[in-house]
């Protein structure tokens, strides 16, 4: 395996395990022991990691290593903020609505996180803005371990993800409720992700 294709495993490897909640905030991860997971030197893990550390998946500290970031209930409403801006961005700015084929596969995934993640890649795919895909793409997968958990919190509102796909005016009405919904219930949010 080339050094590149290792860095790509790991990377892949780790950001799926961010993404779905594996560890704990503030667990330190620890280049060593995943490469001895993953079976590959520690290396390409230490640049696996340090990109994740650039995508906000990761902290990284002197003399403390790597770790999963701890949000705060603020930090979670400034995501929750953060994502709602460049969604509405992006309902402005979309040049397609995404085919009812599409949204209805969404729909129909394993998990609400997973067809959540969906609309957003839909919506990010509206666009013609790389940057702002991009953006969506990120928020989303730091996101993702939240949208995870949510259903232990929120009660499912009926149709709330396929409005988060409507027309301009509509979707950006959507993306608000959305978002809002999810802002008030930080705190219980940030306490099932830590355990506290």
């Not at 995508?55 to 409403?77: I, K, N, Q």
């Not at 993640?117 to 990010?124: M, V």
């Not at 940057?131 to 730091?142: G, Q």
């Not at 979707?171 to 409720?177: H, K, L, N, S, T």
Request: with cysteine; net charge negative; hydrophobic share 45%.
């Amino acid at each position: 395996m080339s050094p590149l294709q290792a860095m790509e495993r790991s990377y892949a490897a780790l950001k799926a395990q961010l993404r779905d909640g594996i560890y704990r905030p503030g667990h330190r991860l620890e280049a060593n022991r995943i490469a001895d997971e993953l079976g590959i030197s520690m290396t390409p893990v230490r640049d696996a990691l340090n990109r994740l550390v650039g995508e906000e998946l990761v902290e990284a500290s002197t003399g403390e290593g790597f770790h999963v970031p701890r949000l705060s209930e603020g930090d979670l409403r400034d995501l929750y903020e953060w994502n709602s801006a460049i969604a509405i961005l992006a309902a402005r700015s979309a040049r397609t609505i995404p085919d009812p084929e599409a949204v209805h596969a969404a729909m129909s995934s394993d998990t609400l996180a997973d067809a959540t993640a969906t609309c957003f890649q839909l919506l990010a795919g509206s666009v013609p803005n790389q940057e702002l895909r991009i953006a969506i793409s990120r928020a989303a997968d730091r996101l993702h371990p939240f949208r995870l958990i949510e259903a232990q919190v929120l009660e499912p509102v009926l149709g709330e993800l396929e409005a988060l796909l409507e027309p301009a005016e509509r979707r950006q009405a959507a993306i608000r409720r959305y978002h809002q919904i999810r802002m008030r219930v930080a705190p219980e949010l940030v306490r099932l992700r830590t355990g506290k």
